[in-house]
Structures are given as structure tokens and as C-alpha cells.
């Protein structure tokens, strides 16, 4: 099984700062997928942002973007200009190539206002 | 409106139950999967199936069982062997056909012992 690490079990940012959300995970296949997931109070997971492993370029979703470093297996979310309805569990994924997703322990952000 | 159905959203069972979580998808996806989440551990796969009446044990897959005979449902039963059943159930699906393709999630299903 693939393992997925998010070693920052919370953070905190102030409303319209920046944060970025750490993930790293071990894998020896050249070919994936990463994601990030959102999951509010309400408990559903919402996709946030998706990455493809042969794809240098760095995805971006509006506010939302990832710092991808393939050789290192880093994969970070920085949100931007930072809303109160950011304020959720942020889960990293990995899906393999057998299509299986294996997901990190989560960081819990808190905006402040 | 298409999504992921899962119910009931709150269980109770007794000890020595058997329950069983419903999930059905209008989606038209091929693959279903049963996550287990606990506090400070993420999401943990218990079953997944890619298939129709095809299914395969995930990583904590003792103690549950899963069938799948239509397309559209994946219920997964927590049997009274799973010895610490409490827990938020996610169900979820996804469409083989694209290879990016993520996974969707239902809204979940909290099951408490008493």
C-alpha cells in the first residue's frame, strides 16, 4: 500500500492571507494521481484540486493551487486570499495506477477572521 | 439530480448486530468503494468493487461484507465479528473509463455501538 503523510495536523490563517497545506507520499510507480480533498462540518468530501503525475505544470483551481515535486513526492495546496468557508479538514490523496486511492491523516484549517 | 445516496445517515446497533449501510449511485459508475473513517486516522478502504458482482478486501476489510449485484448499489453490512464498529461510513464511486477520473462521495453514514 502506498503510504500518504500530511504531518500538520492543524493550521491557522488569517482571513485573505495564504496557507499552504503540506503533503508528501511514497510511491515507486511513475504514473498517478493526486489530489486534495475538502471535507467541512458537514462531512462531505468535496474534491478540491487534482494533479497528474506526468504533468509538470502545476495545477490551479481559482484560488487554489499546488506546489507538485515529483522527485521529492511532495505535493502542497496553497489556498489564497483565504474565505471563512475554507475552514475544513483537508485530506491529500493518491490513486494509484490499479486505481486504488490511498489518503493522508488530514489537516483541520481554522480561517480567522 | 444525479449523486451518491447513502442511508440512513445516523445507525445505532447492538452489540451482536448485524446492520447494513445502503449506498446507491445514479452516476452510471463502474467502481464502488466503502471508506471507513475514524478520528486522526483519514479515510481507510474497506471493500471496492470494479465490477458488477466482483469486489475485492481493502485494508480493514474483516468483520465486513459487500455485494454487488446491480450496477447502481454497493451496501456493506458491518457483521457482529468487526469488534469496534463505531465509525463515519463514505461511500463512493467513480468512472473507469477516463483514467483521471477522481472519486465522488456520498454524504456518509455515522454508525454508533450501544
Known amino acids: 500500500a502506498q503510504t500518504v503523510t500530511q504531518s500538520q495536523p492543524e493550521m491557522s490563517v488569517q482571513e485573505a492571507e495564504t496557507v499552504t497545506l503540506s503533503c508528501t507520499y511514497d510511491?515507486?510507480?511513475?504514473?498517478?494521481?493526486l489530489f486534495w480533498y475538502k471535507q467541512p462540518p458537514s462531512r462531505q468530501m468535496i474534491l478540491v484540486i487534482r494533479q497528474e503525475a506526468y504533468k509538470q505544470q502545476n495545477a490551479t483551481e481559482n484560488r487554489f493551487s499546488v506546489n507538485f515535486q515529483k522527485a521529492a513526492k511532495s505535493f502542497s495546496l496553497k489556498i489564497s486570499d483565504s474565505q471563512l468557508g475554507d475552514a475544513a479538514m483537508y485530506f491529500c490523496a493518491y490513486r494509484d495506477t490499479g486505481n486504488q486511492f490511498y489518503f493522508g491523516t488530514g489537516t483541520s484549517l481554522t480561517v480567522i477572521p | 439530480d444525479g449523486g451518491i445516496t447513502q442511508s440512513p445517515k445516523y445507525l445505532f446497533r447492538k452489540e451482536g448486530q448485524n446492520v447494513t449501510l445502503s449506498c446507491e449511485q445514479n452516476?452510471?459508475?463502474?467502481?464502488m468503494y466503502w471508506y471507513r473513517q475514524d478520528p486522526g486516522q483519514g479515510l481507510r478502504l474497506i471493500y471496492y468493487s470494479q465490477i458488477v458482482n466482483d469486489f475485492q478486501k481493502g485494508d480493514i476489510a474483516e468483520g465486513y461484507s459487500v455485494s454487488r449485484e446491480k450496477k447502481e448499489s454497493f451496501p456493506l453490512t458491518v457483521t457482529s465479528a468487526q469488534k469496534n464498529p463505531t465509525a463515519f461510513y463514505l461511500c463512493?464511486?467513480?468512472?473507469?473509463?477516463?483514467?483521471?477520473?477522481?472519486?465522488?462521495f456520498g454524504e456518509g453514514s455515522w454508525l454508533t455501538v450501544v
Open positions: 452516476l452510471n459508475h463502474d467502481a
Open positions: 463512493a464511486s467513480r468512472r473507469q473509463r477516463f483514467s483521471g477520473n477522481t472519486i465522488y
Open positions: 510511491t515507486s510507480e511513475s504514473d498517478y494521481y
